[in-house]
């Protein structure tokens, strides 16, 4: 992971994608709707797994209006601007290779494992540092060349995932597939063939951008919520 220029992706790339972007959004939508089975008096401490610039912090706060907060990232930059949206306590670390010295309630992990080359690793290591639930996140299916750009390393076969959290010890509460078929594989196809998908997707959002992203949330609410390459596994220890 730390082999790819994290720190200029996020200076000239991501942010404004992750707080207004449609699929990002889909996922809150979904986290929110498999955290909601969790009972708010369990969850006092939880940690972002490659937090980035805190929008998911922000979104789980909500959640959990009492829970202390930890964001982890390998970016400094990201964890520069994470600083000015979210109140938690920082910390660069690289969950490939190192853990934090705390365990936590819930630990949260969404859209970093693909980036991973030792995935499983980090996964042990996620496994290491959770005290009751962790939700993991991420894509599954046929990689695209455009997603190599932004540093993933694979897209998950179909069940390589669960498989892996169960081999690090993990108990397999809840799967969500998500994204048949206006995500997966329609939009994912067409936006890896646009030369120009970098100038929507990614850096600044003005009124146009946030339009169409609008206008893509509404299509997308009519994916499938039982089939697609946007995996959501939730487990426990």
């Not at 970093?112 to 290591?125: C, R, S, T, W």
């Not at 997966?184 to 030369?195: A, E, G, K, N, W």
């Not at 992203?213 to 039982?226: A, E, K, P, V």
Request: charged share 25%.
């Amino acid at each position: 992971m730390t082999t790819f220029d994290y720190e200029g992706i996020w200076k000239g790339v991501w942010g404004d994608m992750q707080k207004h972007g449609p699929v990002h959004r889909h996922h809150r939508r979904i986290f929110s709707r498999i955290l909601e089975q969790i009972p708010s008096k369990e969850i006092e401490t939880i940690a972002d797994i490659g937090c980035g610039e805190g929008s998911n912090l922000f979104f789980l706060v909500k959640q959990f209006p009492k829970a202390k907060l930890y964001g982890f990232d390998v970016s400094k930059t990201a964890l520069e601007v994470a600083k000015k949206n979210i109140n938690a306590e920082f910390s660069i670390l690289d969950i490939q290779k190192e853990i934090p010295q705390e365990k936590f309630d819930l630990v949260f992990c969404s859209d970093v494992v693909e980036h991973l080359e030792n995935d499983l690793a980090a996964i042990k290591n996620i496994r290491q540092v959770t005290r009751r639930y962790a939700l993991i996140a991420t894509v599954q299916g046929r990689m695209r060349q455009n997603e190599k750009s932004i540093g993933h390393v694979r897209n998950y076969a179909y069940g390589e995932l669960e498989q892996k959290m169960r081999t690090a010890g993990l108990k397999i509460i809840q799967i969500v597939e998500w994204g048949f078929p206006f995500y997966s594989p329609v939009f994912r196809d067409v936006i890896s063939m646009l030369p120009a998908s970098e100038e929507f997707s990614y850096g600044k959002y003005n009124v146009t951008k946030k339009i169409i992203s609008h206008i893509l949330y509404g299509l997308f609410l009519l994916n499938r919520s039982d089939k697609g390459d946007v995996i959501f596994i939730l487990a426990k220890v």
